[in-house]
C-alpha cells in the first residue's frame, strides 16, 4: 500500500488529484466542527453521554461526531447513501426506471438527478424532524426564522458532502462517497483508542497495561484479516464461448469465468439489520420514555450493546433475531443486484456455456443453487465480523463507536481506492508507451 502511494506521488497528474482528495477531505474536517446556527450545541453532547443506543453511537460514527456536535454536516452522507438504496430498489419494482439504467450515459445521467432530489428531500425531512422532535431542548429561541436556518444549514451541508463526493469521483480518484464516508469513520478512531486506554491500561500495572494492548491489537488485526478474506474471496464460475463463423473468419473458442463475490451484499445486510432492531430504541429516547417490564426487556434484547453481558444474558436472544435478519438482507439485496436469469441469457446470446450444464434454464438454476451457498458463506463471515466487536464491548465493556460494519467499510473502500489508484498508474503507462 506505501510503495503504490510512493510511486503514486511521482506522477505528477496522480499526485494533483490525491492532494485535492485530500483538501477535500480537510475541508469535510473542518466542516464537522462548524455549529449549526441558533441551536445548542452541548445538547446533543449530553444527550449522547446518557444513551446506550447503538443507533445513536453507529450514526456519530458515520458522521465523524458531527451529530453530537451537531455541525452543519450533522446529517452526513447519510441521506445520499439512503437515497441510492431506494433507488436501488425502485428500480426492481418500476420497469420505467429499470429502463432508464439500461439507457447508457443518458439513462444514468438521469438516475442520478432523480437521486440527487432524493437526497435533498431526505435531508429535508431529516432536518425538520429534528427541530420538531428537539424543539425545546436544542432550538435557543423556536420561531420560524430558526427554524429555517437551522433546516436550510444542515440540508446544505449534506448537499455539500454530496458534491464533494461527486468532485472526487471526477478530479479525484473515484470512490467519492465512500472516501467521505470513510474520513468520518477513521476520524472517530483516536478518541476510540483513548477509550479503551482509559478503560483497560491507565492505572494497571505495567504487565496487565501490556496485556491489554497485546488483546486489543490482536482482536483489530483477526478482525481486520477476517475483513480481507471476506472481501477478497470469490467463487469463480467457468465459461467457455463456442467458436463461431464471422464472415470467412473462425472466431470466438476462449475460456472466461463469472466472479461470484462471497460477501456480495458488502455491509448492506448489517446496516439494514442494525437500523430495524434499533427504531423501537430511537422512538423511545426521542418520546423521552424508559420502558419497563416486558417492553423494556425487549428494548434490551434489541440493543447490541447489552449482548453477552454477564450479568445480563437473557438480553443476548436478540442476538438470534440480529442475526435472521442480516442472512435474510444478505440473500435480498444479492437477489436485487445479481439476475441469474438475465446472466444465464446473456450468456446464451453470446454463445457462452457453463461446461457440463446446457444454455438457458439449466444455466440459470444452475447459478441460482451455487448463489444460495456463496450467499450463506459470507452472511456466516460477516456474522463473525460483526459479532466479534459485540462480544469484547459485553464481556469486557470495552465502548467503542467503531465495529465489525466500520473495519468492513474501511478495509473496503482502502483496497478499492489502491486499485483506483494503480488502474490510474497503469493507464498512464500505457498512454506514454502509446505516445513514444
Same mark, same amino acid.
Given at each position: 500500500?506505501?510503495?503504490?502511494?510512493?510511486? @503514486?506521488?511521482?506522477?505528477?497528474?496522480?499526485?494533483?488529484?490525491?492532494?485535492?482528495?485530500?483538501?477535500? &477531505?480537510?475541508?469535510?474536517? &473542518?466542516?464537522?466542527?462548524? #455549529?449549526?446556527?441558533?441551536?445548542?450545541?452541548?445538547?446533543?453532547?449530553?444527550?449522547?453521554?446518557?444513551?446506550?443506543?447503538?443507533?445513536?453511537?453507529?450514526?456519530?460514527?458515520?458522521?465523524?461526531?458531527?451529530?453530537?456536535?451537531? !455541525?452543519?454536516?450533522?446529517?452526513?452522507?447519510?441521506?445520499?447513501?439512503?437515497?441510492?438504496?431506494?433507488?436501488?430498489?425502485?428500480?426492481?419494482?418500476?420497469?420505467? *426506471?429499470?429502463? +432508464?439504467?439500461?439507457?447508457?450515459?443518458?439513462?444514468?445521467?438521469?438516475?442520478?438527478?432523480?437521486?440527487?432530489?432524493?437526497?435533498?428531500?431526505?435531508?429535508?425531512?431529516?432536518? $425538520?424532524?429534528? =427541530?420538531?422532535?428537539?424543539?425545546?431542548?436544542?432550538? *435557543?429561541?423556536?420561531?420560524?426564522?430558526?427554524?429555517?436556518?437551522?433546516?436550510? @444549514?444542515?440540508?446544505?451541508?449534506?448537499?455539500?458532502?454530496?458534491?464533494?463526493?461527486?468532485?472526487?469521483?471526477?478530479?479525484?480518484?473515484?470512490?467519492?462517497?465512500?472516501?467521505?464516508?470513510?474520513?468520518?469513520?477513521?476520524?472517530?478512531?483516536?478518541?476510540?483508542?483513548?477509550?479503551?486506554?482509559?478503560?483497560?491500561?491507565?492505572?494497571?500495572?505495567?504487565?496487565?497495561? @501490556?496485556?491489554?494492548?497485546?488483546?486489543?491489537?490482536?482482536?483489530? &488485526?483477526?478482525?481486520?484479516?477476517?475483513?480481507?478474506?471476506?472481501?477478497?474471496?470469490?467463487?469463480?464460475?467457468?465459461?467457455?464461448?463456442?467458436?463461431?463463423?464471422?464472415?470467412?473468419?473462425?472466431?470466438?473458442?476462449?475460456?472466461?469465468?463469472?466472479?461470484?463475490?462471497?460477501?456480495?451484499?458488502?455491509?448492506? #445486510?448489517?446496516?439494514?439489520? %442494525? !437500523?430495524? +432492531?434499533?427504531?423501537?430504541?430511537?422512538? =423511545? %429516547?426521542?418520546?423521552?420514555? !424508559?420502558?419497563?417490564?416486558?417492553?423494556?426487556?425487549?428494548?434490551?434484547?434489541?440493543?447490541?450493546?447489552?449482548?453477552?453481558?454477564?450479568?445480563?444474558?437473557?438480553?443476548?436472544?436478540?442476538?438470534?433475531?440480529?442475526?435472521?435478519?442480516?442472512?435474510?438482507?444478505?440473500?435480498?439485496?444479492?437477489?436485487?443486484?445479481?439476475?441469474?436469469?438475465?446472466? /444465464?441469457?446473456?450468456?446464451?446470446?453470446?454463445?457462452?456455456?457453463?461446461?457440463?450444464?446446457? #444454455?438457458?434454464?439449466?444455466?440459470?438454476?444452475? *447459478?441460482?443453487?451455487?448463489?444460495?451457498?456463496?450467499?450463506?458463506?459470507?452472511? $456466516?463471515?460477516?456474522?463473525?465480523? @460483526?459479532?466479534?466487536?459485540?462480544?469484547?464491548?459485553?464481556?469486557?465493556? /470495552?465502548?467503542?463507536?467503531?465495529?465489525?460494519?466500520?473495519?468492513?467499510?474501511?478495509?473496503?473502500?482502502? &483496497?478499492?481506492?489502491?486499485?483506483?489508484?494503480? !488502474?490510474?498508474?497503469? $493507464?498512464?503507462?500505457?498512454?506514454?508507451?502509446?505516445?513514444?
Amino acid at each position: 500500500m506505501i510503495k503504490t502511494l510512493k510511486n @503514486a506521488f511521482r506522477i505528477k497528474e496522480i499526485r494533483r488529484r490525491l492532494m485535492y482528495v485530500i483538501m477535500m &477531505l480537510a475541508v469535510i474536517r &473542518l466542516g464537522s466542527q462548524i #455549529p449549526v446556527p441558533g441551536v445548542d450545541s452541548s445538547f446533543f453532547s449530553n444527550f449522547f453521554a446518557n444513551q446506550n443506543n447503538d443507533a445513536f453511537s453507529f450514526l456519530n460514527a458515520f458522521t465523524g461526531g458531527g451529530f453530537s456536535n451537531f !455541525s452543519i454536516l450533522a446529517l452526513s452522507i447519510t441521506p445520499y447513501i439512503t437515497s441510492s438504496i431506494i433507488m436501488q430498489l425502485l428500480t426492481i419494482a418500476f420497469p420505467s *426506471l429499470e429502463e +432508464m439504467q439500461k439507457d447508457g450515459e443518458e439513462g444514468r445521467k438521469k438516475m442520478t438527478a432523480i437521486t440527487r432530489y432524493l437526497t435533498v428531500g431526505l435531508a429535508l425531512f431529516e432536518s $425538520v424532524s429534528m =427541530c420538531i422532535g428537539f424543539r425545546n431542548q436544542l432550538i *435557543l429561541e423556536f420561531n420560524v426564522v430558526n427554524v429555517i436556518v437551522i433546516v436550510v @444549514a444542515l440540508t446544505a451541508g449534506s448537499a455539500l458532502l454530496m458534491w464533494i463526493g461527486e468532485q472526487i469521483n471526477e478530479k479525484g480518484i473515484g470512490n467519492g462517497i465512500s472516501i467521505v464516508l470513510l474520513i468520518n469513520i477513521v476520524s472517530r478512531i483516536p478518541a476510540d483508542m483513548i477509550t479503551l486506554f482509559d478503560n483497560f491500561v491507565k492505572g494497571k500495572t505495567i504487565a496487565k497495561a @501490556a496485556l491489554a494492548w497485546v488483546v486489543i491489537i490482536a482482536v483489530v &488485526l483477526a478482525v481486520i484479516v477476517l475483513v480481507l478474506i471476506l472481501n477478497g474471496a470469490e467463487r469463480r464460475i467457468p465459461v467457455q464461448y463456442s467458436k463461431k463463423m464471422v464472415g470467412r473468419r473462425l472466431v470466438g473458442g476462449s475460456a472466461s469465468h463469472i466472479p461470484l463475490k462471497v460477501n456480495t451484499a458488502g455491509v448492506i #445486510p448489517i446496516i439494514f439489520a %442494525s !437500523s430495524i +432492531m434499533s427504531f423501537p430504541g430511537i422512538i =423511545c %429516547s426521542f418520546a423521552g420514555k !424508559s420502558p419497563t417490564g416486558i417492553g423494556g426487556r425487549l428494548i434490551n434484547m434489541l440493543s447490541s450493546s447489552k449482548w453477552f453481558n454477564p450479568s445480563d444474558w437473557l438480553s443476548s436472544l436478540g442476538l438470534v433475531l440480529y442475526v435472521a435478519l442480516c442472512i435474510f438482507f444478505a440473500y435480498f439485496y444479492t437477489s436485487i443486484t445479481f439476475n441469474p436469469i438475465e446472466v /444465464a441469457d446473456n450468456m446464451k446470446k453470446q454463445g457462452g456455456f457453463i461446461p457440463g450444464i446446457r #444454455p438457458g434454464k439449466p444455466t440459470q438454476e444452475y *447459478l441460482e443453487s451455487v448463489l444460495k451457498y456463496v450467499i450463506f458463506i459470507g452472511a $456466516v463471515g460477516l456474522m463473525i465480523v @460483526a459479532v466479534i466487536p459485540f462480544f469484547f464491548n459485553g464481556m469486557f465493556n /470495552a465502548s467503542i463507536s467503531f465495529g465489525g460494519t466500520s473495519l468492513i467499510i474501511i478495509v473496503s473502500v482502502i &483496497l478499492e481506492t489502491l486499485k483506483q489508484v494503480e !488502474s490510474m498508474m497503469l $493507464v498512464r503507462n500505457y498512454k506514454g508507451f502509446l505516445n513514444d
